[in-house]
């Protein structure tokens, strides 16, 4: 990804691993936003994209447009942004929107990754480390925040991406 094409909130197609990040990207003014976000620790998972949604589709009785990782009305424009929190449901979502990516023959070099820490919920005097939320999301982060990692976006070094896949 060259500086000329570094992605910014207008020109990427975004990722969103949950409802409230993908609302709160497209207030931040995205025009491409992908939602991304299916439980898959409940239920079959299937590594070919038609079997997976099928069965998803069968499993849950119902079809929902919180997940169109693998719609074919998505158009998928480098360069592509995974916006993802420490949760372990977005972490698995991210694993396969990079097998995603892949399959369908976009470079790791034109997905940036903007992989956020864990939000601070409490911490006692008395405490050597703070406790943190497993289910956090992007959208517990301000948006100033995620303008300003997204600016220093950069894509993965492709080992870290084969191992994503």
Not at 12 to 25: I, K, N, R
Request: aromatic residues 8%.
């Amino acid at each position: 990804m060259t500086m000329d094409e570094r992605p910014t909130i207008c020109n990427a197609t975004h990722v969103a691993f949950d409802t409230p990040t993908a609302e709160q990207l497209l207030r931040m003014g995205a025009t491409s936003v992908v939602p991304a976000s299916d439980c898959l620790f409940i239920g079959p998972s299937r590594q070919d994209a038609e079997e997976h949604t099928r069965a998803r589709k069968t499993f849950w009785d119902s079809f929902d447009e919180f997940d169109r990782l693998y719609s074919a009305k998505i158009f998928w424009k480098p360069p592509v942004v995974l916006w993802v929190s420490s949760s372990v449901h977005e972490r698995v979502n991210l694993w396969r929107a990079c097998s995603w990516l892949r399959q369908i023959g976009i470079s790791c070099d034109d997905v940036a990754v903007v992989d956020l820490e864990p939000v601070v919920i409490s911490r006692r005097r008395d405490e050597l480390a703070p406790m943190y939320e497993c289910n956090d999301s992007v959208s517990d982060h301000p948006d100033v925040m995620l303008l300003e990692r997204l600016d220093k976006a950069q894509p993965w070094p492709r080992e870290r991406c084969d191992r994503a896949v």
